[in-house]
């Protein structure tokens, strides 16, 4: 979900789902949830999150000693708060929502039997 959301993210003039949902390849119910999910998370920060994914897959398929670390490693670093750029705090919903895809891919690769 994390590369739909990015290319969400690069979309311009798209003002529906209908019109994303070609361009994503996606129904197009799917696609305003990402148009949604995308203009409320920096696409920075879905780079960052996809990039953890990969250094997490990364120390697991080498052998990880603790695979239970590695994944609490990759929940916690999907949980920080990014660098603050202004003294207003930061917007939940955004956080929240990145959490929930964050956590979907987490299930999605590394844990297939959970339910």
Same mark, same amino acid.
């Given at each position: 979900?994390?590369?739909?959301?990015?290319?969400?993210?690069?979309? &311009?003039?798209? !003002? %529906?789902?209908? *019109?994303? !949902?070609?361009?994503?390849?996606? /129904?197009?119910?799917?696609?305003? $949830?990402?148009?949604?999910?995308?203009?409320?998370?920096?696409?920075? /920060? $879905?780079? *960052?999150?996809?990039?953890?994914?990969?250094?997490?897959? %990364? @120390?697991?398929?080498?052998?990880?000693?603790?695979?239970? !670390?590695?994944?609490?490693?990759?929940?916690?670093?999907?949980?920080?708060?990014?660098?603050? &750029?202004?003294? @207003?705090?930061?917007? @939940?919903?955004?956080?929240?929502? $990145?959490? =929930?895809?964050?956590?979907?891919?987490?299930? =999605?690769?590394?844990?297939?039997?959970?339910?």
């Amino acid at each position: 979900m994390y590369r739909k959301l990015i290319e969400a993210s690069e979309l &311009k003039g798209v !003002a %529906n789902g209908y *019109q994303a !949902a070609r361009a994503l390849a996606m /129904r197009p119910e799917q696609a305003e $949830l990402a148009l949604q999910s995308a203009r409320k998370i920096p696409k920075a /920060r $879905l780079l *960052q999150g996809l990039q953890s994914l990969q250094t997490a897959t %990364n @120390r697991l398929k080498g052998g990880a000693d603790d695979p239970h !670390a590695v994944m609490e490693f990759l929940i916690s670093e999907g949980l920080a708060a990014p660098a603050a &750029k202004s003294a @207003r705090p930061p917007k @939940r919903a955004g956080a929240n929502r $990145l959490f =929930c895809f964050f956590w979907g891919a987490v299930t =999605c690769l590394f844990f297939p039997h959970f339910p």
